[in-house]
């Protein structure tokens, strides 16, 4: 999408607009500083604490936005991880799909046939697993209700070459005139039909929308059709040659280029002139959850300007404390106070900031990202104690960086060069 006038308007607008209150903010704030104040370089006198209440507030709300956008994208992290990892229910690895595109199904089939590391090929209208399978109303012959269920076309040597498993019944047959007039169901649409015993629904009759009647012969396991967004559903395979858009079989080849190779000199034969495409089928799944990748980066990106800005603002911050309580550093220290006391003791507000930040945080981004997920995704990875160690962990290594580089300087120091200038 093109940006408008509107868009560019809308980002001069608010350049302006902080610009005008980064400007004004502090002129108001050093404008009543008194020449003399002024120059010994003393702060104005405001009301006790609110001023530091202020920047304590700022800075914890800069943190636990660090720390939410980071968390956020771990969690996201970690799902991309768990959703291409995922035990489908079917072979994925070394599984090529070759887009028929305008190719004749048998000569495909006759041709890559021929090629030494193709043991078995078959052919399907959708790549297993990957992305969305169009749904439908089928009627049932024995009492006329309608139930949704999804569907692919594939042959006889489909459920082979994927590593299916029949619970009951059989495959697909070479007779192609009698492969027409049956289906294989999956568990949970067995179920639907005959819910005292799903063996019940062998045999039954349903009517597709095209008006033909086809005959239930086998009940495969449970296995995911579909992205892992949806919960297994309804689901049957249908003999429908005119429907298939992909050949499949296994690679039996270390050598992948060469195999390639010779895959796209079959194709020349068979393809009328259009370009070889083929791509291995877990290719084909971890692109189906490509959209991770984008919000993992877009929330990185947040989260590193986040904590960036978070971090020199506490710098700034600790420099600020430090610097009004050097004279107290000083005398502490001349007294016998140990370097470790005084850092803990210039240190001790900023971890308590962090802590805030963390106790917030967490139980927040949990909860809203359980939210998203469960609307996302329907089978999603559960968010364990790593994603909030880790986050935390980047976190408060940042912040306690930041605020131990100027708190051990300051605690280091000798006193006598501070009160000498005091």
């Known amino acids: 999408m093109k940006p408008t006038p509107g868009t560019f308007a809308g980002f001069i607008a608010f350049a302006l607009l902080v610009g005008f209150f980064s400007g004004i903010v502090p002129a108001l704030h050093f404008s009543k500083i008194g020449p003399i104040r002024a120059l010994k370089g003393k702060e104005p006198q405001t009301k006790r604490g609110v001023g ?5 507030v700022v800075i914890t709300s800069q943190f636990m936005l660090s720390l939410g956008f980071i968390m956020a994208m771990v969690i996201m992290v970690q799902q991309y991880r768990y959703s291409i990892n995922y035990d489908f229910g079917f072979d994925q690895q070394k599984i090529v799909n070759v887009d028929l595109q305008q190719a004749d199904p048998q000569l495909v089939s006759n041709e890559f046939g021929l090629l030494w590391f193709v043991p078995l090929i078959s052919m399907s209208s959708h790549p297993l697993g990957a992305g969305d399978v169009p749904g439908m109303y089928v009627k049932r012959v024995v009492n006329s209700d309608s139930i949704v ?28 005139g ?8 999956n568990e949970v649409f067995a179920k639907n039909m005959s819910p005292d015993d799903a063996s019940g629904a062998i045999d039954q009759v349903l009517i597709l929308p095209d008006k033909r009647e086809v005959r239930v012969v086998g009940i495969l396991k449970d296995f995911h059709y579909a992205s892992l967004q949806s919960p297994i559903g309804n689901f049957f395979f249908e003999y429908a040659p005119e429907n298939f858009n992909y050949a499949n079989f296994h690679l039996q080849s270390t050598n992948k280029s060469r195999a390639f190779m010779e895959m796209e000199a079959a194709w020349k034969a068979v393809g009328k002139g259009d370009r070889f495409k083929a791509e ?21 990106f947040l989260g590193l300007l986040a904590i960036t800005i978070a971090c020199l603002g506490l710098l700034g911050t600790v420099v600020f404390t430090i610097k ?16 470790e006391s005084l850092v803990y003791l210039l240190s001790r507000d900023f971890l308590v900031l962090l802590g805030i930040a963390g106790i917030v945080t967490i139980p927040s981004v949990y909860f809203l990202m359980e939210l998203t997920l469960q609307e996302a995704q329907y089978y999603h990875a559960p968010i364990g104690a790593f994603e909030i160690v880790i986050s935390l962990a980047v976190v408060l290594a940042l912040g306690l960086t930041t605020v131990f580089s100027q708190t051990l300087k300051a605690a280091n120091t000798n006193p006598v060069d501070n009160l000498r200038m005091e």
């Open 280 to 300: 291995f089928l877990a290719d084909q799944i971890r692109d189906t959850y490509a959209f991770y990748n984008n919000i993992i980066k877009m929330w990185g």
């Open 52 to 56: 530091f209440s202020l920047r304590k």
């Open 324 to 339: 009004s309580r050097v004279k107290e550093v000083s005398i502490r220290k001349v007294m016998g106070a140990s370097s």
């Open 149 to 176: 269920a999804s569907k692919m076309s594939i042959n006889e040597n489909f459920i082979t070459n994927m590593g299916l498993h029949l619970v009951l019944g059989r495959n697909f047959t070479n007779d192609a």
């Open 178 to 185: 009698e492969n027409a007039r049956l289906i294989i169901i």
